[in-house]
């Protein structure tokens, strides 16, 4: 649905956001909260969190985002942005991955269920 070829693994988080993406050796690695993975549901939360965390594995498959080792540094569409300096809901790759769990909740809400999902 999100056009992704490249393999995507799924692994405890690290940090504390209850997701993030690292890439690594081709693919890539949604690190996810433990207690969302512990609890296996399917909620709206965890929907819209995979859209959002599979969202940022397309902008950098489609070159548009990338980031230092470190994390500190990101790339987006050509220009460096220091990631200590910027809000997590400013920075314009968040912005647009927040744009397509709407764009695609439905959609996925849909496949899952086999039913036309109302709203
Ligand atoms: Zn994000």
Known sequence: MLDISAPVSIFPRKSDYPGYV?????GYILFIDPTILKKDELTDFVVNLFIHELWHVRQ???GR???NSAQTVAVWEGV??????MKHEQRPWEIEA???EDVYFRQVKEQ???NNYPG
């Open 60 to 62: 950098m498959e489609d």
């Open 22 to 26: 690292e890439k690594k050796d081709g």
């Open 65 to 67: 985002l990338s980031s």
């Open 98 to 100: 927040y744009r397509m």
């Open 112 to 114: 899952m269920t086999g």
């Open 80 to 85: 460096h942005f220091a990631m200590t300096v």
